[in-house]
């Protein structure tokens, strides 16, 4: 399994980024998806997840902001980040794992991980 998180970078406070995700070695379509992230002196959180079949979970920090989706003929994961504040300033990692959703995961929930994409949010 190998999951390569991209699309970090530096923007300014409200704006865009969209992180993506390229997955190999395993049924893309058959594993649950998810993106983490850790800040600097911080436990790595949760931030959102697809299933296979497309549902969804979002941690409450991000909802309304975030947008998670998935491209099973691209083996692909996508994370579209709108109105950014310097409180996402972290590290983002997308992990794989291979049982359904978790409403409210922790990263012992996921098998597979990749390295992570900075995102620095200037104020």
């Known amino acids: 399994v190998q999951l390569q998180a991209s699309g970090g970078g530096l923007v300014q406070a409200g704006g865009s980024l969209r992180l993506s995700c390229a997955a190999s070695g395993f049924i893309f379509s058959s594993y649950s998806m998810g993106w983490f992230r850790q800040a600097p002196g911080k436990e790595r959180e949760f931030v959102a997840s697809v299933s296979g079949g497309l549902m969804t979970y979002y941690a409450d920090s991000v909802k309304g902001r975030f947008t998670i989706s998935r491209s099973n003929t691209k083996r692909t994961l996508y994370l579209q980040m709108n109105s950014l504040t310097p409180e996402d300033t972290a590290v983002y990692y997308c992990?794989?794992?291979?049982?359904?959703?978790?409403?409210?995961?922790?990263?012992?929930?996921?098998?597979?991980w990749g390295r992570g994409t900075l995102v620095t949010v200037s104020s």
């Open positions: 992990a794989a794992r291979s049982r359904g959703l978790v409403r409210i995961p922790t990263p012992d929930d996921y098998a597979y």
